[in-house]
């Protein structure tokens, strides 16, 4: 059983571009958290979504950020007109139910 | 709102020392807390879940605990060794919350041989 997948594991932006981050569960996973870690910081959560549905975005900026599940393929996180204050490791989890959430790699996002 | 807080921020140890990292939270409305470890330039990898109901978790040479009357949680590490180095983290969900883990900044750990 694969664990999460992210990829690209590397990304490099210069502003105004947009980036998208994909996250592939653990098979038989139906939810996906996405957070992100600053430079010298914790991890925040961003959002939580389940098969086409956002459950929760309250950490989610308002503008230029938005995130998809669909009900074939990867989850997406997309980031329009990328700014330096996007750099960060983006990190995706998944978990079966309310239980221990598996973390891929991380996608490093580097905006130029 | 839940925060949580780790100390120390950085703690040094020779190998074959037991250590205790702390994890303190806020709001005991918690449905579970959960340790990682985070290795430099890598994802989190899960150590220990530790239920609301429950007081404490093993795995080998960890154990974690969970206080939620006084807002604590502890990991213990017994018998160091310099493969222990790494960033620990513990997180919180909160009951009736959306599963969302809150993160403390970690705890940067280094074992000397």
């Known amino acids: 059983n694969a664990g999460v997948m992210q990829n690209p594991r590397h990304l490099v932006r210069r502003r105004g571009q947009e980036a998208r981050l994909r996250c592939s569960p653990m098979?038989?996973?139906?939810?996906v958290y996405w957070y992100r870690q600053l430079p010298e910081e914790g991890l925040k959560f961003m959002v939580y979504l389940q098969k086409e549905n956002i459950i929760d975005e309250s950490g989610m900026p308002k503008e230029r950020f938005s995130a998809e599940f669909p009900k074939e393929g990867p989850s997406i996180l997309r980031i329009q007109q990328v700014v330096r204050g996007d750099s960060a490791a983006y990190f995706c989890?998944?978990?079966?139910?309310?239980?221990?959430?598996?973390f891929g790699p991380g996608t490093r996002l580097l905006v130029l | 709102k839940q925060e949580v807080t780790q100390i120390p921020a950085a703690l040094s140890v020779p190998e074959g020392e037991n250590l205790v990292l702390n994890c303190s939270f806020t709001?005991?409305?918690?449905?579970?807390l959960q340790w990682f470890r985070q290795d430099p330039g890598k994802g989190l990898t899960s150590l220990l879940l530790?239920?609301?109901?429950?007081r404490e978790q093993t795995s080998g040479r960890l154990n974690a605990s969970l206080d939620k009357s006084s807002g604590r949680s502890t990991l213990y590490i017994a018998a160091s060794q310099p493969g222990d180095s790494a960033t620990y983290l513990c997180a919180a969900t909160r009951r009736g919350g959306s599963e969302k883990l809150v993160f403390g900044k970690g705890t940067k750990l280094t074992v000397n041989p």
């Open positions: 530790i239920q609301s109901s429950q």
């Open positions: 709001d005991s409305a918690i449905y579970n």
């Open positions: 098979k038989g996973h139906s939810h």
């Open positions: 989890a998944s978990s079966p139910r309310q239980e221990t959430q598996y």
